[in-house]
């Protein structure tokens, strides 16, 4: 791991590192913001997934969350949203899949399946390296993210529930198997067999293995993503179905961008240090 | 006035407008942040001057003010920090004068003092778009900014402080004709003259006439530009001339970035409010 930059943000640490990722084949960069707390114990580490086009400096710069975190003792992780540099046929063609669009799984298809490993990356092989590198408790994981990265958060955390002990999310793509977006990643990524979306698709997840703590998803009414892309109405059938706790607030007037997330970021981390203290 | 976008934010609108400037002769774009108050009634202003290279999305983007903002009721404004697309000899040749680098000053010198008015668009033009085309209270105007921002503040403030209720500012260049950056730009702007330099440099401009409220100034130690540029003891030594009220904060560890702007952002808002109530 190298460090490419650290500076002091409310008494914390703001830092951007990169290193070689096993699961990707690149060099993959991510950004933490260690709390004061941090400077003499371990503390609970909250994971945010962006969105499509995003990097794992967008949430650190225009998110505002720094603040919060540093009075609740909360260290951020951000990552990236897919390997890069790899100059992949067609991995540049379009801002919705391939680069800053890895959707936050395990490819299986060529040529994405050797690189495009975004699922074990975050699930695994980022943690095992910020519990290494850094004072982040090994037992108190949170996860939440925007968009694409709503649904690797809620993806994630549904499929490892002992692992991932808080979830939420922001705008998620909830039932990426019935949209756009969805169904032209899902079948690049893995193929054009549907049936094996499923492991993949947070409403598909959800209808079963329900996440043992409330999820809480904040959505704003004035998304023009909302109903061609998002259908968060997925995840409220999906949690009546498997008896899943979940705060669904739908927010008047907020649209897909920063300016929402900031507004309603602290009640996020409000939620996961609740989850993780 | 166009607008180009409006985003709710906090229960706000985060939006961004473009106007034709008399003072400079070109478009000049400008962000507005309007807290919730500004729905039924008029509110105090405070104005932001951003750094060099920056534009009037800086601060709105990386300072996370808009929370408390919303919840002090105070609309917030940040201009550009130069006209642009001018195509003047020489005005992108260096990141430091010229284009992103126009000092809040009214240049004096050819080809400058046909365009870089940014003084007068300042302290004049843009008060009086804003206090036409927004619920701002006319009486009530603050003004904030950072490093060569921070000196355009401190300046608009102590040349007119009857116009301007309240002001503080972050790693000011505190006294431009000390320095390289204010040498090079003063010798560009208005000539090499330097008894006519006093006139926009906060030290000089201190010493002589105070601001009748306290002024707030936040200063990182590990800030990069600290002993070449910024100069902060200057500001001790005139108000000690002057008997200006002066609070400076010198914090160790921190530098001359937003991380550090969004740690102290909090407690400039508070002082503004209190003055603006």
Same mark, same amino acid.
């Given at each position: 791991?190298?460090?490419?930059?650290?500076?002091?943000? +409310?008494?914390?640490?703001?830092?951007?590192? @990169?290193?070689?990722?096993?699961?990707?084949?690149?060099?993959?960069?991510?950004?933490?913001?260690? =709390?004061?707390?941090?400077? !003499?114990?371990?503390?609970?580490?909250?994971?945010?997934?962006?969105?499509?086009?995003?990097? /794992?400096?967008?949430?650190?710069? @225009?998110?505002?969350?720094?603040?919060?975190?540093?009075?609740?003792?909360?260290?951020?992780?951000?990552?990236?949203?897919? =390997?890069?540099? &790899?100059?992949?046929?067609?991995?540049?063609?379009?801002?919705?899949?391939?680069?800053?669009?890895? +959707?936050? &799984?395990?490819?299986?298809?060529? =040529? $994405?399946?050797? *690189?495009?490993?975004?699922?074990?990356?975050?699930?695994?092989?980022?943690?095992?390296?910020?519990?290494?590198?850094?004072?982040?408790?090994?037992?108190?994981?949170?996860?939440?993210? %925007?968009?694409?990265?709503?649904?690797?958060?809620?993806?994630?955390?549904?499929?490892?529930?002992?692992?991932?002990?808080?979830?939420?999310?922001?705008? =998620?793509?909830?039932?990426?198997?019935?949209?756009? $977006?969805?169904? @032209?990643? +899902?079948?690049?990524?893995?193929?054009? /067999?549907? !049936?094996?979306?499923?492991? $993949?698709?947070?409403?598909?997840?959800?209808?079963?293995?329900?996440?043992?703590?409330?999820?809480?998803?904040?959505?704003?009414?004035? /998304?023009?993503?909302?109903?061609?892309?998002? *259908?968060?109405?997925?995840?409220? !059938?999906?949690?009546?179905?498997?008896?899943?706790?979940?705060?669904?607030?739908?927010?008047?007037?907020?649209? *897909?961008?920063?300016?929402?997330?900031?507004?309603?970021?602290? /009640? %996020? &981390?409000? *939620?996961?240090?609740?989850?993780?203290?």
């Amino acid at each position: 791991m190298e460090t490419l930059s650290e500076q002091r943000c +409310f008494d914390g640490l703001q830092g951007r590192y @990169k290193h070689p990722s096993k699961q990707t084949g690149t060099t993959m960069q991510f950004s933490v913001y260690q =709390p004061p707390q941090a400077k !003499s114990r371990k503390v609970p580490v909250l994971y945010y997934l962006a969105g499509l086009t995003c990097s /794992d400096e967008t949430f650190m710069i @225009k998110a505002g969350a720094q603040r919060l975190a540093a009075e609740l003792g909360l260290m951020l992780v951000t990552c990236d949203t897919s =390997p890069r540099n &790899l100059n992949l046929p067609g991995d540049a063609d379009s801002w919705d899949f391939g680069v800053g669009a890895g +959707f936050y &799984l395990n490819a299986t298809q060529p =040529p $994405w399946a050797a *690189h495009y490993r975004m699922g074990a990356y975050v699930d695994e092989e980022l943690p095992a390296l910020i519990e290494a590198e850094f004072p982040a408790a090994e037992d108190r994981r949170g996860i939440f993210g %925007h968009s694409m990265g709503g649904h690797g958060a809620l993806v994630t955390a549904l499929r490892n529930p002992t692992r991932w002990h808080s979830v939420s999310a922001f705008a =998620p793509i909830s039932n990426p198997s019935a949209v756009p $977006w969805g169904e @032209k990643a +899902f079948t690049n990524y893995l193929g054009a /067999d549907r !049936s094996l979306w499923a492991e $993949w698709d947070a409403a598909e997840l959800m209808a079963k293995h329900p996440h043992p703590t409330t999820i809480l998803v904040d959505q704003g009414e004035a /998304d023009a993503f909302l109903e061609r892309e998002l *259908h968060p109405q997925a995840l409220e !059938s999906a949690a009546m179905k498997s008896g899943q706790s979940l705060t669904l607030r739908r927010h008047i007037g907020y649209d *897909h961008s920063y300016w929402f997330i900031q507004s309603f970021v602290a /009640d %996020h &981390l409000r *939620h996961h240090a609740a989850l993780l203290a």
